[in-house]
């Protein structure tokens, strides 16, 4: 083999290994989560409905929470408004919580599968889970 050959040999194996896991991801098919929602709280509603909508919950939920923190923390405003009559405060543990009281399935569910390490529980203080 010549020189040449050799550096075409070692560049193509380079970008292959070096491709492959975008390759990879981008082929692959994707699986949902799936969440369950079935707890003692939202299966006693008759409109299961939360705070905010399901995808706005879904994707931005992590700055809701750093948003109220520092409203809360910083600011003092802690309620977050009323829907139906019922007054929400801004609160992981009183909002959130209270309706998905299943954290290892709900929370920890998604965090898992989107590999992010939550820092939630540094401060807070995990509640015992609603047995099902």
């Not at 083999?1 to 390759?23: A, E, G, H, R, T």
């Not at 008759?46 to 923190?69: A, D, F, G, Y």
């Not at 408004?81 to 405060?89: A, F, P, R, S, T």
């Amino acid at each position: 083999m010549s020189d040449k050959n050799k550096i075409i040999y070692v560049l193509v194996v380079f970008i292959v290994i070096v491709s492959f896991p975008f390759i990879y991801n981008k082929v692959k098919t994707p699986t949902d989560v799936n969440v369950k929602l079935n707890t003692p709280v939202i299966d006693n509603m008759t409109v299961k409905q939360c705070i905010l909508p399901k995808e706005q919950m879904r994707h931005e939920h992590m700055k809701i929470l750093n948003s109220w923190r520092d409203d809360v923390v910083r600011g003092n405003h802690r309620e977050f408004g009323k829907i139906d009559g019922v007054m929400y405060e801004k609160s992981l543990q009183l909002t959130c919580l209270h309706c998905h009281s299943n954290k290892s399935e709900f929370c920890d569910r998604c965090h898992t599968y989107a590999s992010v390490s939550v820092y939630c529980w540094d401060c807070h203080v995990a509640q015992k889970e609603n047995k099902l």
